[in-house]
């Protein structure tokens, strides 16, 4: 198999191109908005800040990929397969590279390799598809392949230079990148994009939101959420305290989240945090100490409300038994 390509790139962001006949296809077995979502898009700000497409922060400085990332590592476990978003040829493939999470840009066992397990697709017109960080032993195609539209490539995996499991789209047009939601680059700072973009149907933007959700009878560890291994419902009868946490994505600062509990009585708990800054992913908890006999049986309601500028941008609700 020859070497893939670095992730990261030294070239600037493309200049704006002229209409293609390139139409890209979505590129994973998930459900956009239910078992998959987009964690990070183009970053269109030539400086030190970061822009995406539609003029928010969905996006990191320097980021030239689309980020589709699974909420749980137990999803990767599960196996969700990565398809070719268009008809190509493999010009490149890797394999061999564990699923861990990186250490960081200076990590020195991805060093050259920061895409990970992956494969590289060149189409007509001088246009390339890259997928990276693909699952370790998932690769399904070798150099000289051509695919169609739609054809399992591998599965999202946590190889390179990578903090969650997801997949790393790459477009480019001659070798220089291009936003698949708005490939003349210049950023529309609207969450339709352009009319011109790549994609056979339209991809809707979220700029934030929740990813799951649970019970539980303690505060859980992130690295447990993150597993997919914190919800712990339904709790039995008599527990000593009932948790409800959330675990959501693109928060920024000034963003505000209530979380509220009912129980069979009524309002057991309910909070509203001010975020004081933007994070790519993150969790809040809320609770309560059960006293005496313990929490009673019945049916137990949660609810999340995520809040941007007096606007809810998204909802979390979940219910549970206690027998």
Known sequence: MHRLPILAFATSLAAPVAASELVLDWPLDCT??????????VDHDPGASMRDYTCNGLTYDGHK??????PYLSDMVDGVSVLAAADGTVVGARDGMTDRYSLGRDDPAIAGRECGNGV?????G???????HMKNGSIQVATGDKVKSGTPLGQVGLSGSTQFPHLHLSVRLDGRPVDPFTPDMIAKCAPSGGTDALWREQIPYQAGGFLGSGFSNQIPKFGAIKAGEADLSPLPAGSSALVFWVYAFGSRS????????DGPDGVIIE??????????????????????????AGTYSATATLSRAGEVIDRETRQMIVE
């Open 254 to 261: 000034g963003d505000s989240m209530t979380l509220r509990i």
């Open 126 to 132: 001088g246009w390339e598809t890259q997928y990276c």
């Open 120 to 124: 590289l697709l060149r189409h007509p």
């Open 32 to 41: 956009l908005g239910e078992t998959c979502h987009i964690q990070q898009y």
């Open 65 to 70: 990929g689309t980020d589709i990332a699974l």
């Open 271 to 296: 909070q509203t945090d001010l975020l004081e800054k933007g994070q790519a992913q993150l969790f809040r908890a809320t609770g309560k100490r059960m006293r005496g006999t313990g929490l009673p």
